[in-house]
């Protein structure tokens, strides 16, 4: 059973930056997709950026040349870079992971994390 452990969250300013960083568990190889989704309040969750198995990576074209993606193989640890952040960025943001590159993409991938909280004030 896969596990997915998001941490970093918290409270920053306006033009500051955050980390969020995802512990993946119960699979040993890297055949998994990640990504990151967020959920404001009173809004649909949204797919923030997915990094496939082999690397290749994907914005949402509000938030490209902000946010970056990145994964730790070796460590099982997805990461999300989050800088120049803006009052509309505050959200839940969600660790998720499939096989299949596709669900993470349609926004149904097979495990989700529990999230963390991200909220930007002025």
Not at 18 to 41: I, K
Not at 58 to 75: E, H, M, P, Q, V
């Amino acid at each position: 059973q896969v596990q997915l452990v998001e941490s970093g969250g918290g409270s920053v300013q306006a033009g500051g930056s955050l980390r969020l960083s995802c512990a993946a568990s119960g699979y040993t190889d890297s055949s998994y997709s990640m990504g990151w989704f967020r959920q404001a309040p009173g809004k649909e969750r949204e797919q923030v950026a997915i990094i496939g198995s082999g690397g290749s990576t994907s914005y949402a074209d509000s938030l490209k040349g902000r946010f970056t993606i990145s994964k730790d193989n070796a460590k099982h640890t997805l990461y999300l870079q989050m800088n120049s952040l803006k009052l509309e960025d505050t959200a839940m943001y969600y660790c998720a992971a499939d096989t299949a590159l596709w669900r993470l993409l349609l926004g149904q991938p097979g495990y989700w994390g529990q999230g963390t909280q991200v909220t930007v004030s002025s």
